[in-house]
């Protein structure tokens, strides 16, 4: 039931703390206001943090938050407190922490109580409104914590000081790690929790972690390995075909609920669109599969379509809800099909994407035939026309009709919830798929794009200098940013150099990773905090390794500064890197398959890497004919500077100061362990010199 009277987060620009502003909960958002009401009340605080597209998350709003009876209760029990972990991810590690250290297990949402300090002292996800299956539910919960609070504090606070302590405790980094080790225990530990039959890692759920995809790209190129490639492409495949790809209307659900990849969780994160499509594009690169390039394509025509600001930033997410409903605007009733499609195109439907009388689509939580369907192939469209004796490129244009009109349809339903909030993290990342797909595919649509969105950002949400805002909403930016914008900005901006060769791209991420040392830094211990030095709300300064969903900060920026050093060459930066991943090498060392980033940026330390300078005028010819033949060909850790004939460059790296251009025409010098190759002219003499580099994979760089 909502409120008639919104409560104090109807000030809020978060989508989420709006969805809650009427419940009959007395929300407050984080902040001071909050923490002296429950000082000055001896009160304890109920913390919950979600965020707007999650299903679970709207489930315990409607369960409790809107029931007047437990709102009754909270408010008479607690200072109540809403977080969206999407605005304020440094509050979200912290208490994801304590509850993966409590549980052994996270997730949204997560609701802890605490004492007025902010020390927490009880943990939980979903809670359900009464008891069930084991598990306490808040009727119960409530009067529990309000008699210990009341009788045997001493009990509580003791709790919470443990909790503290651990969470501030100084981990010890591993001195002189094997490297080389790492990375191979990294590929063996995912070969082990490989799934051959339908790919990806584990049984269910099943997330599509694009980053252990990006780590074994690399990680086949620099050993050969033809297992590592095999994981990728069986992965990919499967994602490709599954349901967790929405065939209709593009782009990719957040992950599988099943082990096929068949019955997705239906939200939609920028993020996941970004990586997904990076690692698409990176593998079609490697392997020249058309699926590869046509299900990138369309991540990125779902996000230019329905998931761009006017004024160029990308929105975050979208529901899996609709109507109060998981999946009701994706899935389809036989019935509703046959009404729409002629016969003989519902017959495809049915051959093609396993589209069945009665459904073939499960309730996620109860695992009940819902008589629903959701599309989903088991094989790629080529055996499926050689299968039915058919052309693949006449089945390809028969299925993109039927997906048209499906679509058209479909948009008449009452759409899910969108997100609208620009985070300058989340943007980065599309900023940098964007460039990768431009470089992939020559879209100019793509590049346009980028370049307008880091125009936003750097418009909008960049201030007194080189600060970054980390959220954009409804014209007004605010938060302060974390590392995660620093690093995926400069990621971005870093392929916007790659792609362009504009230098402001390369002193614009430059200047956020100065930044960055400035106000994330560990002088102590090394690597980055995930909040501002300025953060004064937060019971730990907390240090993210962990390549989760997406990866952590600390692992992006390593690999930037990696290659800002390896393109400007300055070699601090690179040792910056390495004094990074020793400080958090505990981590690390304990899992390696759990930091798959970070194997990359080690991977980017001591594996084969090649330094490319290109001399010459921007805008000739001879000089996009070489840019073009190198984005044709799979160069991990590739880092390319041009040198503008005209003297143009604010940066001129020293190794690049003899370079020169050749008789008037754009020159390639091919260098790699501190040493350069003879310069060419011919853009296939420069890509046999690159490629050269990889062939033994166990070159060191020096």
Not at 672 to 690: F, I, Q, R, V, Y
Request: charged share 25%; hydrophobic share 35%; aromatic share 10%.
């Amino acid at each position: 039931m909502k409120s008639k009277v919104p409560n104090r987060l109807a000030k809020e620009k978060s989508p989420y703390l709006l969805q809650h502003a009427h419940n009959p909960v007395d929300w407050y958002p984080w902040g001071n206001e909050a923490f002296r009401k429950a000082s000055s009340e001896d009160k304890p605080i109920f913390l919950s943090i979600g965020y707007s597209t999650c299903h679970w998350c709207h489930v315990m709003e409607r369960e409790s938050f809107e029931d007047p009876e437990i709102a009754e209760l909270m408010n008479d029990a607690f200072v109540c407190i809403k977080v969206d972990r999407e605005e304020r991810p440094d509050i979200d590690q912290i208490y994801m922490k304590v509850a993966q250290m409590v549980t052994g297990s996270g997730g949204w949402p997560l609701n802890l109580i605490l004492t007025p300090e902010r020390k927490p002292f009880y943990v939980a996800t979903y809670i359900p409104k009464s008891s069930r299956y084991g598990a306490i539910g808040m009727n119960e919960l409530i009067p529990n914590v309000t008699g210990l609070w009341n009788n045997d504090r001493d009990k509580l606070s003791e709790s919470a000081e443990k909790i503290t302590n651990a969470l501030n405790a100084v981990e010890t980094p591993k001195q002189g790690l094997p490297l080389d080790d790492l990375l191979e225990q990294a590929y063996d530990e995912l070969s082990l929790s490989f799934d051959e039959k339908y790919g990806g890692f584990g049984t269910r759920p099943k997330f599509p972690s694009p980053h252990n995809m990006l780590f074994l790209l690399r990680y086949w190129k620099r050993s050969g390995n033809p297992h590592a490639l095999a994981m990728v492409e069986k992965t990919l495949d499967s994602m490709c075909r599954g349901g967790i790809r929405d065939h209709v209307g593009m782009g990719f659900h957040r992950y599988s609920t099943d082990q096929r990849w068949n019955l997705p969780h239906f939200e939609k994160m920028l993020y996941d669109q970004a990586l997904i499509a990076i690692a698409l594009c990176e593998a079609y690169i490697a392997n020249k599969k058309s699926e590869y390039r046509i299900a990138a394509q369309e991540i990125f025509e779902y996000i230019l379509s329905r998931m761009t600001s006017a004024e160029g930033g990308f929105h975050s997410a979208e529901d899996a809800d609709s109507e109060g409903i998981e999946g009701a605007y994706y899935v389809w009733g036989h019935e509703d099909l046959s009404n729409i499609l002629e016969p003989d195109e519902l017959h495809l439907l049915e051959r093609v994407f396993h589209v069945k009388s009665r459904g073939n689509f499960r309730d996620e939580a109860t695992g009940a035939e819902t008589g629903e369907n959701i599309l989903f192939m088991d094989r790629g469209i080529g055996e499926i026309s050689a299968g039915m004796g058919t052309e693949t490129t006449f089945l390809r244009d028969r299925l993109e009709s039927i997906m048209k009109t499906l679509r058209a349809h479909r948009e008449e339903r009452v759409p899910p919830f969108k997100d609208d909030k620009v985070l300058t993290d989340w943007n980065g990342l599309m900023v940098a798929a964007l460039c990768v797909g431009y470089k992939s595919f020559g879209n100019e649509e793509y590049i346009k794009s980028a370049i307008k969105a880091a125009g936003f950002i750097e418009g909008k949400m960049l201030h007194d200098g080189h600060l970054l805002f980390h959220r954009y909403r409804d014209g007004e930016a605010g938060i302060e940013g974390n590392i995660d914008d620093y690093a995926f900005l400069s990621l971005g901006l870093l392929e916007l150099y790659d792609a362009t060769f504009n230098e402001k791209y390369l002193l614009f991420a430059k200047g956020l990773m100065d930044a960055s040392i400035r106000i994330f830094w560990d002088d102590n211990g090394g690597g980055f905090f995930t909040s501002p030095i300025t953060s004064k709300d937060l019971i730990a300064r907390h240090k993210e390794s962990y390549d989760g969903a997406i990866p952590s900060g600390n692992s992006v920026m390593a690999m930037c500064l990696v290659r800002l050093s390896k393109i400007i060459g300055e070699s601090e930066y690179e040792e910056r890197a390495r004094c990074s991943i020793t400080a958090l090498s505990e981590d690390i060392y304990g899992r390696p398959s759990a930091h798959t980033y970070f194997m990359m940026s080690i991977d980017a330390v001591i594996g084969a890497t090649s330094e490319l300078v290109i001399v010459g005028d921007i805008s000739c010819k001879d000089m996009m004919r070489m840019s073009s033949a190198r984005n044709e060909v799979y160069l991990p850790h590739n880092f390319t500077f041009f040198k503008d004939v005209g003297g143009g460059n604010e940066l001129v790296p020293g190794y690049s100061s003899s370079m020169r251009d050749m008789g008037g025409t754009s020159t390639a010098y091919v260098c790699s362990g501190h040493s350069c190759k003879a310069p060419t002219n011919d853009p296939k003499k420069m890509l046999e010199l690159l490629s050269a580099i990889y062939l033994d994979p166990s070159r060191p760089n020096d």
